[in-house]
């Protein structure tokens, strides 16, 4: 008995799952050469694409002070764009502090705003 049912529920389970043949082609054949002509007409119709180097400013300029230690931010530095494709390559040089720029280096570091030398350990 539990074969026959079985058989049974597997037989109605192929029926339900086939599904009949269409009658037409669900994807037809397309023009291949109508879509190459319709995709270079649609290529020549588009504007020209503007350099990168025009779209790019000339220099970067930032000046701010930070939130979480109030430090004052300063740049003014030219921008090199070297491709002339569409994804720009931007170097950035190497340049030396000035002397007085160490200094303010040094002395923001080590907290010593009016002493010249290194602040003193407190053991």
Known sequence: MRNICIIILSFLLLCVGCQPTPE?????????????EAVK????????????????????????VTETRQVHVQADVPIRV???????????????????????????????ENNTGPPRRPW
């Open 24 to 36: 037409q082609d669900a994807v037809k054949q397309k023009n291949t050469n109508q879509l190459i």
């Open 82 to 112: 070297l491709t002339e494709g569409t994804f720009p390559l931007i170097r950035v040089q190497r340049r030396q502090f000035t002397n007085e720029e160490r200094l303010t280096v040094y002395k923001r570091l080590f907290g010593s």
């Open 41 to 64: 007409e649609a290529e020549q119709a588009a504007p020209a694409p503007v350099p990168v180097k025009e779209q790019m400013p000339k220099r970067f300029q930032c000046d701010f």
